[in-house]
């Protein structure tokens, strides 16, 4: 059988042993991480050779090959809190019984009482923290920072407006600020320089088309142990192609899970006697006399 390959990789992380991410304990085995939304994924083999060279000329006469890698690169569209805590071995804190604080940056306007009213910027919940800095700066009709502070204001028992800058009414501001949030609501990603990218059991779905019948038959690769690279770029930018981010994998030997007497670095199935149930179509425009009247 030939076939040909033209189709992305369904690709599921699996925990090596018990781990635990944010709130969420994982046990192993149990899938942590689904990419659904890759790009592209590739399977990269490579070795070294060391060769015996002589005679005339110093030819090539013998081969030896070893120190054998397999990486395996995917490349996701999209990015969760997970998926970022696999790629990175950042520390992911999700707690709803603790606040935490969000920075934000408003415009406003002072009013003729010398109030600063922020509710539009905030939700129905949120609050400015009076304990945490607050800076309020006059800007200029282009928004740009004139470097003069409006100073001796306070902060509203409603925790939404800002009062007592009434030497500056009707002046453009802007107002740097925290709130406080329920950290339920706040998924925050802690990169720091101890902790790495992991160990994960992978196994992947694709599609292999036979070149006899055009079928394409399914396709599972299976890495019982790979280590993630903690290499990763995150851009952030308003033209071009939106940002992508590379799961790039190195395989290590490890027993898959229903054979232990052998570590292979990968296994690739295809499954040739896979039969097409093709689609089960029912009219959605029913006529009279039909199952269902008009």
Not at 3 to 28: C, M, Y
Request: net charge negative; proline share 3%; charged share 20%.
């Amino acid at each position: 059988m030939k076939f040909g390959v033209r189709e992305i990789a369904n690709v599921v992380f699996k925990a090596k042993t018990a781990q635990k991410i944010g709130s969420t304990t994982f046990l192993p085995g149990q899938p942590v991480l689904y990419i659904d939304t890759a790009k592209t994924s590739t399977i990269e083999g490579a070795a070294t050779t060391v060769y015996a060279q002589g005679g005339r000329g110093n030819t090539r006469l013998i081969a030896w090959e070893g120190e054998k890698t397999l990486t395996f690169t995917v490349e996701d569209a999209l990015l969760s809190p997970i998926g970022f805590n696999i790629l990175s071995g950042a520390g992911l804190f999700k707690d709803s019984e603790k606040t935490v604080h969000v920075h934000m940056t408003s415009a406003a306007v002072v009013s003729a009482t010398g109030e600063i009213d922020l509710t539009d910027a905030l939700n129905e919940d949120d609050q400015i923290d009076a304990t945490a800095p607050i800076f309020i700066a006059v800007t200029e009709a282009d928004g740009s920072i004139t470097g003069e502070l409006v100073e001796n204001t306070t902060v509203a028992s409603d925790g939404k407006k800002i009062t007592g800058a009434t030497k500056n009414e009707g002046d453009t501001v802007s107002v740097d600020y925290y709130i406080t949030r329920n950290a339920g609501t706040v998924s925050e990603l802690q990169i720091d320089a101890e902790n790495f990218a992991g160990y994960y059991y992978v196994e992947a779905s694709t599609l292999f088309r036979d070149q006899n019948t055009g079928k394409d038959l399914p396709a599972e690769i299976t890495l019982p142990n790979v280590k993630i690279q903690s290499n990763f770029t995150f851009s952030m930018a308003s033209t071009g192609d939106p940002s992508t981010f590379t799961f790039t994998m190195d395989a290590m030997p490890g027993y898959t899970y229903f054979n232990h007497t052998k570590k292979v670095l990968c296994v690739i199935q295809v499954v040739e006697d896979f039969e097409d149930a093709g689609a089960d179509l029912d009219s959605v425009m029913k006529h009279p006399g039909d199952d269902e009247s008009i």
